[in-house]
Each structure stands twice: as C-alpha cells, then as structure tokens.
C-alpha cells in the first residue's frame, strides 16, 4: 500500500509506542527507526494502487501507481539482504513501522521488484567453490604423486 506521511523516531521504544498507539493510521503515516535519505512528510492520503504482478519465494514484481511521492509499504517482514528496482533502478529498502518493508516512490506509474540477494550468500557460495576446486586439486596431485612412488 502506498504511504505519504513519515516520522522518524528517536529511539526503537518510540516507534513501537507510536505504532502502538490507538489513533496511528498506518494508511498515512510510515514510522521510521533511523531517517531515510529520501523523507516524504504529506500527511494527506492520496490515492494509489499497487497489483502485485508475481509473487515467488525470493522475488515479488509489482506495479504500482501514485498521485503522490511517498512510500511503497509491503507487509512483509524486514531484513537484511532485499534489494528494490523501481523501474530497473536500485532503491533502498527501509525499515518502517518496527518490522516491515518500505520503498521509497515518487508520484507515477512504476514497475518495482524487490528480492531477496543477501552478499553473504554470495560470499558462502565463492568460498565454497573454492575450497572445492582446491580440495579436488589436492586429490588429483596427491594421486599422481603416489603413483609415481
């Protein structure tokens, strides 16, 4: 859903009090723990759309339509290692509302994809590989060296 008022918390307990409170509308307000680059203060709620296009395990493509700059807000839980596109060029993914996803967007029609492409699966995948190649390397040249003995 598409958000265009923000807050920027002092400190986690204020967020959670925040979003906690009876009279937070999560329709118009994104709280935030630590300040955005990007910081969209309109508390007007303007109408926007989201169709979310597919839906995949490490990988979610939407469109998405706003008569406003704001925020895409997914109801999907934080984490380290989710990258966004929107309309092919990476954007943050920011921490809102204690525990979900939110995008950056300005006013428009926008084709967005987030997945999930954590550096350290990179990382564990290279090392992994390479102690292979060498562990294969090292049964190769010990088997020929006893062979010759």
Not at 31 to 52: G, K, M, N, Q, W
Not at 64 to 86: I, N, R
């Amino acid at each position: 859903f598409g958000v265009h008022g923000s807050y920027v918390a002092a400190s986690p307990e204020e967020a959670r009090a925040r979003i906690s409170d009876p009279g937070f509308d999560a329709m118009s307000e994104v709280v935030f723990e630590i300040a955005p680059s990007v910081l969209y203060d309109d508390s007007t709620r303007h109408r926007s759309r989201v169709t979310i296009e597919s839906y995949r395990l490490n990988e979610i493509r939407m469109s998405a339509e706003s008569e406003a700059d704001g925020y895409l807000v997914l109801s999907e839980v934080w984490y380290p290692g989710w990258k966004a596109f929107v309309d092919g060029a990476e954007t943050p993914v920011l921490q809102a509302n204690w525990c979900l996803r939110a995008l950056p967007l300005a006013a428009g029609k926008h084709t967005v994809t987030v997945e999930f492409s954590p550096s350290s699966f990179r990382t564990g995948a290279c090392v992994s590989s390479l102690t292979l190649a060498l562990s294969i390397a090292g049964v190769v040249y010990f088997g020929r060296k006893k062979d010759k003995v």
